[in-house]
């Protein structure tokens, strides 16, 4: 690492024991990304002293301008070594030189001695370098491009600092993600939403009993920390069947008002349309010269088979709309 280098840690999160490099680069170049030109190449070249690494191209955008930005990522034996992104008129404006570790631990050195990045805009840098890592080797990501990463790269002297301060992110989305998931159960909406949380703080925690076990070796009581967020995990599915159950109860809530609804109008129908009936018949075999006491009569009678059929088959609901009526008048009688 150079002397003037910057150093930021970053973890892929992972389930297995190792990184599968030949996974994440083997099809390659990836959607969206191209090999890079020529020009583009005999630059990087001559930065890197070597010709012995493959060169992409992908673009990506500012979160505040929407600005279109290239970047050039650099591939050797399935791992990506050097990312170098660039401004509006094709100057390089960083340089990231990447250590990928088997067990997903990524060192991000911002090289200054390419091109010098300030201070403010660093963490920044470092983000960007890391998503277009992390997106390559973890397809599984519970994130769409834009939103808050999994882990944020850290600034650290070492793998073990490193590895503290990964892991004190992973404690406090324990607490961010119940303090965000429960508004959406008490305010009773929002439950794609509330799922969504409840699906990526799942992904959270088991990846952060991965993380634990595989770096158990910096982390002093490493069966606490796998415990707690155990438990984490089970508390979030608590969460997510208190969910459930509440989006169950209001939607039979729902259907239920909507069968009263219906049910109502049914019977409004059929009690409008009754007289109307009763006269289109008439006419007709007034008309025709049918119309007699008997023929009257039939009529009539089929009409009030259809409104008695009408009610019988709607009695429960009767029965229960004349009962919340009845509570609503009479009160005490309710119970």
Known sequence: MGMDAVIYWGW?????KKVHFEYGISKMPRESWEIASNKE????YQILGTNRVECYRHWDYEDKNNEKFKIIVCVQKYKINNIFAYDS???????????IHDDGLVEIELDHKTVHIGEKIQPKVAKRVYISIRDVYHSHTHHTKYEDILLKPVLAANEDEAVERLLDQYDE??????????PDIESYKDFDEARNLISRAKGEMTYAVSFTRLFKRYINDFELCISVFSNSFQSITTLAETIES????????????MTR????????????????????AYEVLNHFHLLNLVSEIIILSINILIILGTCIIMRGWIHEELKRLSDRIFPDNSN
């Open 89 to 99: 008129e094709g100057a390089i404006k960083a340089h990231a030189k990447c250590t």
């Open 12 to 16: 892929i999160p992972i389930l297995t």
């Open 261 to 280: 609804v219906l049910s109502a109008l049914t019977l409004a129908i059929v009690f409008l349309t009754a007289p109307i009936a009763t006269d289109a």
């Open 173 to 182: 989305k324990i607490i961010h993600y119940h303090k965000v998931i429960k």
């Open 41 to 44: 190449k005999i630059e990087i």
């Open 246 to 257: 509440i989006y169950t109860n209001n939607l039979a809530k729902y259907t239920h008002d």
